[in-house]
Every structure is written in structure tokens, then in C-alpha cells.
């Protein structure tokens, strides 16, 4: 079995501000559907990042009542699997053998049967569907990356919700070579370990997502934007009169016989500019990692109309 990582990544220590620092050097299950963008994650990969690198620090949603509500169900439908099943569940937290910065916390482990468990509590309709063996991709997604980082055999998928009287706990299997689609544990692994080097390593943040733009409806930008519209709409009218102007001008140059003509203040001419290299195209170059050539990336700063 895998050892566990360090001393702060035990039992005792999930949930402590040592452990939340330690969850800033890797990857943990809960982020990989956001890193990865599967259907229904929490956050963006541009969340995830930002929260790695420090560029800004996500809320602590520790004390959401939701979150906690979650909390309170996971001790409760823990305690009714250990009698179902005859044995005791500890949550565990893990680093995988061969890639540091792939982690995980499970919500249970038991060493005999090398089991983990994932505990949700869910609305009535995701509920139900897990009654049918319906598993969100989210969740999945965690528990597959979890099984990877873990060593463990399976991971059972354990939805409460004691508003469903007689059906209250739904448990579903989950096998390590279970996939989500064509995606599979391993892959994630890969996704991971690459997401990371790109984006934490050389510390180019992912793509922002619409996911990312949060709404302000302050007086000061709403003055702000309505001056930039208006200002907008002028340059746009400015530029429809700048290109008529020019093609005036092109049809004067050319019905000049004269390769150039000047005066009042400007000039006009009209030359030849070299095309583009194609160099994916140039067959010795194909073996040649030209990214280490590429110039240090430049912070780009803009503005757009937008539709509410």
C-alpha cells in the first residue's frame, strides 16, 4: 500500500489550516473535474490555479451551512455503512507513489478490505438518480482520480439523504477501471500531472472560462461602462468614415499613375509585405520543441460589449 504524505496529510490533520496549506502543492480529487472541465465541477481550472499559485485566494466555504450539512450526513451515513458491513472506516488522506502532486482525501478507508469511500449528500433528484446507479461525472471523476492516488481496489459511492424515507442511503461501486466516457483514471493521472506542469510550474494560468466572470452592479461601473459603450460606438462610426476615406484615397492612387502621393498632411502608397512562414510545415522542425524559443508571456488587458 502507499505510505501517507508526510505528517500532515493524517487522519488527525484533514481539515487544519496545515493540511489546507499542504493541499496548495498538488492536486487533490475534489479539483480534478474542475481542472479537468467536466460537467458540474464546483470551480474553473482558472480557480484551481489561481488558488495553487496564490494569485488569489478562493473563499472558505468551511463554514457554508451546506458544506457543514454535508458534514454532519458523511459522520452519519459512515457509522451506518461500518454496521452494514462489518468493519470500521477511517478517513485517510494520500500522495501517489510516483507523482507527488497527485492527492486525495477520502471520506473512508478500510486497510483489510482495501475500500474507500466518497459520501455525498445530494438534492432529491440526484438522489434518486443514484438510486438507478446514476453517478454524477464530478463525483465520479473524484473517486476515479482517488482510487489512482489511493492504490485502493474500489471506492463505494455513498449518496444520504434522510429525506427519502426507506431510501434514505444509495450505494454504488465504483471500480478502478471504471471510466466517464472515454476518460479513465489513468488519464487523469496524465491530465494532472501535465495541467500542472504548464500552468503552476511555468505559471501560465489556464483559459478564463464564462464560468469565471462574476456579475457587479455598482454605480460605478455601470457609469464606467456606459461611458465605454458610448466612447465605443463613436471610434466604430470614426473607423466606418476612416476605411471610405481610405478607399477614396487608393482609388485616387491608382488612377495616378504614381507609385506614391503626399500632401495636406498625408501620404499614400502601396507595397508588397512578405507572407507568413508556415513553420508547421518544415519537416525538420517537427522533432524540435520550439516552446523554449517562445518569447516570456505578457499580461493582456481588454474590454468588450457583452450581452446581459
Not at 149 to 167: E, K, Q, T
Not at 263 to 288: D, M, N, P, T, W
Request: hydrophobic share 35%; aromatic share 10%; with cysteine.
Amino acid at each position: 500500500m502507499i505510505e501517507d504524505i508526510f505528517g500532515i496529510f493524517n487522519p488527525k490533520g484533514i481539515g487544519s489550516e496545515e493540511w489546507k496549506r499542504e493541499r496548495k502543492n498538488g492536486i487533490g480529487g475534489s479539483e480534478i473535474a474542475s481542472i479537468m472541465g467536466i460537467d458540474g465541477a464546483f470551480q474553473t481550472p482558472w480557480a484551481i490555479w489561481a488558488s495553487k499559485t496564490g494569485a488569489k485566494e478562493l473563499p472558505d466555504i468551511g463554514g457554508n451551512f451546506a458544506v457543514q450539512k454535508g458534514v454532519q450526513f458523511e459522520i452519519v451515513a459512515r457509522a451506518k455503512i461500518e454496521e452494514q458491513m462489518e468493519c470500521s472506516f477511517e478517513p485517510k488522506s494520500w500522495v501517489h507513489k510516483d507523482y507527488p502532486i497527485c492527492r486525495a482525501t477520502d471520506d473512508g478507508y478500510n486497510e483489510e478490505r482495501n475500500i474507500i469511500l466518497e459520501v455525498k449528500y445530494m438534492g432529491q433528484q440526484p438522489h434518486e438518480a443514484a438510486s438507478r446507479g446514476i453517478i454524477p461525472d464530478k463525483y465520479k471523476a473524484q473517486m476515479l482520480w482517488n482510487l489512482q492516488v489511493s492504490g485502493a481496489d474500489h471506492c463505494l459511492f455513498i449518496s444520504y439523504n434522510p429525506d427519502s424515507p426507506g431510501n434514505e442511503m444509495v450505494i454504488i461501486k465504483v471500480g478502478r477501471n471504471d471510466t466517464i466516457g472515454d476518460i479513465t483514471g489513468e488519464s487523469m493521472i496524465e491530465f494532472g500531472k501535465l495541467w500542472w506542469e504548464t500552468h503552476v510550474v511555468l505559471g501560465l494560468p489556464p483559459d478564463i472560462t464564462s464560468k469565471d466572470f462574476q456579475p457587479i452592479e455598482t454605480q460605478e461601473w455601470k457609469d464606467l461602462a456606459y461611458q465605454f459603450i458610448k466612447c465605443k460606438n463613436a471610434v466604430d462610426s470614426a473607423e466606418k468614415e476612416l476605411d471610405v476615406a481610405k478607399k477614396n484615397i487608393r482609388d485616387v492612387l491608382d488612377s495616378s499613375g504614381v507609385p506614391a502621393l503626399k500632401g495636406f498632411g498625408i501620404s499614400a502608397k502601396e507595397s508588397l509585405r512578405k507572407g507568413v512562414i508556415e513553420y508547421s510545415k518544415i519537416k525538420e522542425l517537427s522533432s524540435v520543441d520550439l516552446e523554449k524559443y517562445r518569447k516570456k508571456s505578457i499580461t493582456v488587458f481588454s474590454v468588450l460589449e457583452c450581452k446581459e
